[in-house]
């Protein structure tokens, strides 16, 4: 599953350009508030195969997003997920971040994504179970990654 961004540019107070899966768009909207140029902002992605991304991963890739800016709000770069799997409420989020790069372990209490562990590098089945993700779950996910990534591999 190959992530593309869907980047939304504010150039004047306007004119809205709109990047994304091999469209480029001007759209004329309202005046507001913003008399300048605004940062880039990944407002959502979408997969190669135009598939939507559930509401669910969407929720772990935030989460992720936001663990890993922590205290780094003014860096140049912005991290991006390039895939997430998701079982019974629990996650991995692979992440790169410049050269940099690694996977995030979540889980689901009460209806909020927790980061559970993360960093550089890969995860496996005895990361996860450190990390509280039951044995049966934490093979599951890993599978599940390796999946993905393969797929990723193959386009």
């Known amino acids: 599953m190959k992530l593309k961004h869907l980047l939304l540019l ?6 809205l350009i709109v990047i994304g899966a091999n469209i480029a ?3 004329s909207v309202p005046n507001s508030a913003y008399p ?3 940062p880039t902002t990944v407002l959502a992605q979408s997969t190669s195969d ?3 991304i559930s509401p669910e991963v969407e929720a772990v890739n935030q989460a992720t997003l936001e663990h890993l800016r922590q205290g780094r709000e003014n860096l140049p770069q912005s991290p991006s997920i390039s ?12 992440w790169a971040w ?6 995030t372990v979540l889980s689901l ?6 980061v559970l562990a993360g960093g550089g590098g890969a995860v496996d089945v005895s990361v996860l179970e450190a990390a509280g993700v039951p044995s049966a779950i934490a093979e599951q996910l890993i599978e599940s990654d390796r999946a993905e990534w393969e797929g990723e591999a193959e386009q």
Do not use: P
């Open 10 to 15: 504010t150039l004047t107070t306007c004119t």
């Open 25 to 27: 768009k001007a759209i």
């Open 36 to 38: 300048t140029v605004l």
């Open 50 to 52: 135009e598939q939507v």
């Open 83 to 94: 895939r997430t799997v998701v079982h019974e409420g629990y996650a991995i989020a692979t």
């Open 98 to 103: 410049g050269e940099a790069g690694g996977q």
């Open 109 to 114: 209490v009460d209806n909020v994504w927790t």
